[in-house]
């Protein structure tokens, strides 16, 4: 426009410059508003992707449409036109918001351009491994677990609780025979039980530095989690009562066993993050007090000679009360690094390393199994399904 002046009468560059600037003008009043909508669920899970879409009443080429993500959270594809049809991939567990969309409106002569306000951000909760949960859970409903040793164990629930003692029968048996109120009656005596089909099981979840260590697309934690994902809602399939404590050096959270409470577990212990803290199992395991027989599902590492050392000390506290389990996942690399024939001398030297830390952990995990504890050991896409077995099969042999 500038240099039509050098060319053009004065007064017909004006006109010029006018007539430009009308038909901005109106391209920019006659550019509409799209009427864009942002469709995601607020539910999440970790490492499941999810569609996310924006569309627009009025789509067309002149619209172009970007989705933001923070840290937690990544948009692929992250900007389209005419809308956006992408998916969510939550990659860190908690409450993320999900900020607003930017968008572009040209007109219809494309002169002018509208960028309409963005839309509000929306809070998303990205829980542990909830797809797979409920695939384990449906499968203990229908009897499929994958494990031959459990179907023949008979209905779930077996299980009995000390209600009185009364005269024996004939029909007893012996074992039943309460010895102590024989002498003291001058007659036999016999404990009478009540079938006892609901149990406690209590998870307790180490947050504490050690889980704060990768493992492949995920933390100790995220792993320990998935499994406690998957054990409460299995607890809530069977009509247990179900509760959990994260500690560290501290207590950080507790819940009491109730029935139907794995699903409020998942809730409460989703937002959970590792801290810096070496954790306390001798003050984990004092907090429980005197609570009834449980199962006691501890979920930690064993990677720490010295965090092995303190869990060793502290199960047999537990183990004399409760029946214990102590779940912790394997290192695929480690035990890759033990078992690939080395290329170089680093290789080498990686190859000791590893076969320390694997001999180690057996040598904690041997002691633990002294001390009175079940050892469930997998790697981290495997763990939940471990852990659900080791509980069913307790449930199954009266063991809580």
Known sequence: MACSALVLPAALAVLAALALLAAIVYDARSVPDPGLRRDVSQVLSRGVRQPLTITAEAPGPALQVRQPAPGGLAVEPAEGDGGLDAELLPIARGRHTLPGFGSRVEGSLGLAARYPEPGGGTEVDVYPDLPNARRLALAVRRGRLGDPGL???????????????????????IRRVNWRATARMGRPMSNEFRLDQDRDVLCLIDAGRLMA???????????????VTAVALVADELSDRCGGLVFDSRIRRKLEPRRGGGRGLIRALHTEQPSGEDSDYELAFRSLGATKRALVLVFS??????????????????????????????DPDIDLAAHRAPRAATDAYRMVAALDVLEARAGAAAR???????????????????????????????RL
């Open 368 to 398: 633990l199994r002294s001390a009175g504890a079940v050892v469930v050991e997998a790697p981290p896409s495997a763990l939940a399904g471990a852990a659900v077995r080791a509980y069913v099969r307790a449930k199954l042999r009266a």
């Open 213 to 227: 260590a990768p493992l492949g697309d995920r933390s100790r934690l995220d792993a320990s989690l998935d499994a």
């Open 151 to 173: 179907r023949a164990l008979g209905p779930l629930g077996l299980g009995t609780e000390f209600e009185s003692i009364r005269e024996y029968s004939p029909d007893d048996d």
């Open 301 to 330: 590492d064993l990677i720490d000679a010295t965090a092995a050392r303190s869990l060793i000390a502290a199960v047999p506290m537990l183990a004399r009360r409760h029946a214990v389990a102590v779940v912790t996942p394997l």
